[in-house]
């Protein structure tokens, strides 16, 4: 008898060791080792999803507030990804309180991020950012790393943020 693996999960079998790679760096952080995070490696229909968030940002589900990314066959051609920030679970906190306190400062971060194809939305309840984020196959961990410590600047802002609603 022979099995057939899905397109996807063969992705997810092949890249799975690159974002090993990413939590190795993250875990070496400061910022990272010190400040309650968390990460979590998964398939999904596409390819492999890495997500990270801090322990009070209701994301035990994987639907709160997090940073993620998915890669993919057309982002491992491209040598691109984009790393967003999702705010996401509307059950578990008020979205439209918690985005009037945060998304002002957020934007004044990332403007001043300069880098070139950030978006950043005021008005998406759930898709707050989005990085774009070019990495090489012998860099991924680090240049998606870097990618992720330049995003942990909103954190202070979301930990505000969820502690005034």
Known sequence: MTTTVSPSMQLFVEQHPQCMKVLRQLSNMDWY?????????????????????????????????????????????????????????????????????????????????????????????SERLSLPVRFTKSGFGKQVAAALTQMSDLAPIIDDGLSRI
């Open 33 to 125: 080792a010190a400040g309650g995070w968390s990460s979590f490696i998964g398939p999904y229909h596409a390819g492999i999803y890495m997500q990270i968030a801090k322990g009070n940002w209701f994301n035990h589900g994987l639907d709160g507030i997090h940073f993620e990314f998915g890669l993919t066959q057309e982002s491992l051609d491209t040598r691109t990804l984009a790393i967003d920030l999702h705010v996401g679970h509307k059950n578990l906190f008020d979205r439209e309180q918690f985005n009037a306190i945060t998304v002002e400062r957020m934007e004044e971060v990332v403007n001043g991020w300069g880098t070139e194809d950030v978006r950043f939305s005021r008005t998406n309840l």
